[in-house]
């Protein structure tokens, strides 16, 4: 395997966020981030693969904190729970983030995602600072040439907590809409598969079977 070369932005200048505060709703309202695969939640997984990448680790979740705090003394900064009601989506676990970090930068990761890139860090900070970006996200190209965007997987300046604050406080929720506020970037990866998100329990279950 390469080794991951360190990020041009210094790992303790970084928190990891894992959002892992939504509904479930197409897990029919199961918690996603707990539930099991190859032995392990998968929030673990993902926990796993970003930790290296960032100086401390939160995560974002509206239940079942206790369990997600169990996760990992070591690395824990906090479970953070929306400070909006209703599960307002991934923008406010974003807003929970960027207010708890001690940070300049925070870089976020669905709990659903186990393989996401080990060199995550390392190419969206690369990206922040040829780019004089606030906001890097990551897409990826299919066999078809169509491109997609992955915004959950996100490096956002902590600076724009504020701004979030008050995007959201006037009823807005759409992620992209937010970041076309910032300057910010894309970065192009050749692997879909490290940004492939689990949906369901049949998807987990096929999974778990391979």
């Known amino acids: 395997m390469t080794p991951v070369s360190a990020p041009p932005i210094a790992t303790a200048s970084i928190t990891g966020l894992v959002l892992a505060g939504g509904r479930g709703q197409r897990m029919g309202g199961a918690d996603k981030g ?18 290296p990448q960032v100086g401390v680790l939160s995560i974002s979740a509206n239940r079942n904190g206790d369990a997600y705090a169990a996760l990992g003394a ?42 996401l890139p080990a060199d995550l860090a390392e190419r ?26 992955h915004p959950v997987f996100a490096l956002v300046r902590t600076s724009l907590a504020d701004d979030l604050a008050a995007f959201l406080c006037a009823g807005e929720r759409k992620v992209r809409a937010w970041y076309a506020r910032h300057t910010a970037a894309e970065v192009a990866f050749a692997d879909e598969r490290a940004f492939y998100n689990i949906n369901s329990l049949q998807e987990l279950a096929e999974l778990e079977r391979a």
């Open 34 to 51: 707990l539930q099991m695969l190859h032995g392990k939640p998968l929030a673990a997984h993902v926990l796993a693969r970003l930790a």
């Open 74 to 115: 070591p690395w824990r900064a906090g479970v953070l729970a929306d400070t909006l009601p209703g599960f307002p989506g991934p923008l406010a676990g974003l807003l929970a983030g960027l207010r708890a970090a001690q940070t300049e930068w925070l870089l976020t990761a669905p709990c659903d995602s186990p393989w």
């Open 124 to 149: 969206l900070t690369h990206a922040a600072l040829s780019a004089r970006a606030d906001i890097v996200t990551a897409t990826t190209t299919n066999a078809a040439g169509e491109v997609s965007l």
